[in-house]
């Protein structure tokens, strides 16, 4: 604002001054042209020849000032009619205040004269009027000052304006910190939609408090379920050691109780472990490797290790790839989430005559698709978003051996690459699919808003 | 068991069938802050017929692990005074290269690579089993051995080829898928000891996590159905709760 205002005056005084010397310059030239012209009258004629001279020119109207006086200043001939002592005291260049008829009677008008002195006691003074001149002089400087002065304002006022606005927004931000430091994680700032710079820092912040919450809620979801689902096979895997502490057993049933005991515990620790690569996942600390991943040999390797298992139960497992299927990520997580889709195919895929499971990667231009189709039963439309959150097993398959952690892991996997699990009706059966960008984006935020 | 390395003109041959016991004393350098931790594995150890060294801290265990040789050394990630994985890369900076397993209760793949870049050469995560953990430095141990030269295994009357990739049992061949194949050359190449389903994992698949079901186990039948099937006397066995070994003895 300071600088603004500087450089504006500046500009307008440096306008203001330029325009000054040019006028005064102009002034000089004419004076001098007038004397030079009358200088030539007088060398040709004398002073008769000069009066002469002076009495014609002053009968034209203009801002030129004539006067020639003898030696005791009166005045012989010329538009000036009085002679102050000042002026007729000096020598060269003067400047004076003069009084000229108008409508409105004598006035006083400013002008600048250089004075002569002739041989004989004769005075020549050629002036010109410059109160035009001081005019416009005044106009120009209280034009400057009135301009400063209201650009000033202006200025100080639009400023004062606009920080206002800003402060607010940025209140704005410092009150929703606030909400979530006392632990409302659902406070967002405002966003006015105007899309400038605050703006978009306020979008950005709030998609960070987006991430944030939905890792909190991730974080809650972990604990409630560590609570329900961990707790009740340590409570059997504790009961069981108890009853064979108190059972007075033989050697054998003490065996086949520490058997038991350290099956639970094994499945107690697959839990946890695939529990803990969930969060990881979630959290964004997992899966950093980049590896260039050939879509074809990796759904090959899966359906070569599965292939034998789906046999047993009478089910077939094939591939399908479409050529030259490449994207990056962890090879090993992607596999695992593969793995996932294909085991749960092959434990509830079935039905009692066996089943058809087929695996695909496909290319669609921005994703690599990959999908488990079987033709199983299927899972109704209204189950399709339960089953990939944590630890949801459908009623029909409680029975059967499973942490109900698969899908939600191929879910987690799909959300730290910027992907998404698809669950879908294969007509008849069940269809998966895992759809992953070419170049996995780690974290899964998505940078483009 | 002895190993006997059976030099012929252009290849050696790694002869598993001669005597019973699975594997010879190792000795082995424990390196884990957790005492009862250390005092468990020690008698374990012990118990499989191993001579277990300890140190507590990071320091110590790389004082020792200098001064007295070892078969395998088992380091714990994190350690007082001086990290695990700052231990291996020490000793492999002075050139010792006794293979290392490092325990760790990160278990992600990130960590795992991390793991094997400070010089370490197997990686298991807490909570583990015993019968993993000696499976796994017992196959260590033998890695030492140098096995580029080996070119042919022998158990009993089954052989692999290496080269040819032509398996035979009492002289008959045996056709084998190609991971078949590479199952059977890794518990070959591991004859008299236990592999557990997660070794074979990742060393037959290249893959490092849990697959929830025991898809190895359909894979070892299939295997079974073709190398024990028509022939009298098994030798892919089943380690109850740890995994396979491939051995002559019937035990």
Known sequence: MALFGSA??????????????????????????????????YRA?????LTKTVSNRSLTPGNSLYLVTDNEGRRITGNLTSVSKI????????EFVYKRPSQNGPEDRLALASVFRLP??????VGRDIEDRRVFQ???RSAFFIGLGFMALVGLGGGWLVSRGLLARIDAVTATGRTIMEGDLTGRV?????????DRLSINLNAMLDRIEQLMAGMQEVSDNIAHDLKTPLNRLRNRAEAALHEHGDAKSYRDALERTIEEADGLIKTFNALLSIARLEAGTAGKAKNEIDAGALIQDFVELYEPTAEDKNMSLTAKVADDVHLKGDRQLIGQALANLIDNAIKYGGSKKGGKIEVTAGDTGQTVEFSVSDTGPGIPEKDRERVLKRFVRLEESRSRPGSGLGLSLVAAVARLYGGSVRVEDNKPGLRMVLSLPHKTNHNGVSRTQ | MTIQAQISANHLVQDMSATGLHSESMRVLIIEDDSETAAFLA???????????HAADGEAGLALAESQVHDVLIVDRMLPKRDGLSVISQLRENGIQTPALILSALGEVDDRVKGLRAGGDDYLTKPYSFSELLARIEALARRTSPEEAVTKYKVDDLELDRLTHKVTRSGQQILLQPREFRLLEYLMKHAGQVVTRTMLLEHVWDYHFDPQTNVIDVHISRLRAKIDKEFDKPLLHTVRGVGYSIRADGA
């Open chain 1, 190 to 198: 405002p966003v006015n939609g105007s899309g400038d710079e605050l």
């Open chain 1, 8 to 41: 504006a005056a500046g500009a307008i005084g440096y306008i203001y001054w330029q325009t000054n010397v040019l006028l005064a310059r102009q002034l000089e030239q004419t004076i001098e042209a007038e004397t030079r012209g009358l200088a030539e009258q």
């Open chain 1, 45 to 49: 004629g004398g002073i008769s020849n």
């Open chain 2, 43 to 53: 008698k374990a150890l012990k118990e499989a017929g191993h001579v277990p060294d």
């Open chain 1, 87 to 94: 002026l007729w005291n000096s020598v060269g260049r003067v």
């Open chain 1, 120 to 125: 004989g006691g004769f005075r020549l003074i």
């Open chain 1, 138 to 140: 005044r106009v120009v």
